[in-house]
């Protein structure tokens, strides 16, 4: 069975940093692209990140861009995702996503990833 599995969430203060987890089970991590989304409340999701995991390549929303880095241990078949200098505008529900082909993950489709995990919360206090 497939499954991808959030944590790492939780309540910390603007400017802290929070690292979250997506371990994988039910199929081979470097086979697949791994998305990285979230859902602030009363929002759209919205893409955040996606990584190559065969060979670590990588590529960001522009909002994210040298706050967030993601990165993955496929050893562990797990995905990271290291989120410093916290915003209040960072809360919400992220979400991994995992795509066998095509380009969703780079474009930031949610609609064309193949597996998601439940999500975890992050929460930004000011």
């Known amino acids: 069975e497939v499954q991808l599995v959030e944590s790492g969430g939780g309540l910390v203060q603007a400017g802290g940093s929070l690292r979250l987890s997506c371990a994988a089970s039910?199929?081979?991590?470097?086979?697949?692209?791994i998305g990285w989304f979230r859902q602030a409340p009363g929002k759209e999701r919205e893409w955040v990140s996606c990584?190559?995991?065969?060979?670590?390549?990588?590529h960001y929303t522009d909002s994210v861009k040298g706050r967030f880095t993601v990165s993955s241990d496929n050893a562990k078949n797990t995905v990271y995702l290291q989120i410093d200098s916290l915003k209040p505008d960072d809360t919400a529900v992220y979400y991994c996503a995992a795509e066998r082909s095509g380009s969703s993950c780079w474009l930031g489709y949610s609609s064309g990833m193949d597996y998601w995990g439940r999500g975890t919360l992050v929460t930004v206090s000011s």
């Open positions: 039910g199929f081979t991590l470097d086979d697949y692209r």
């Open positions: 990584i190559r995991t065969s060979d670590g390549v990588t």
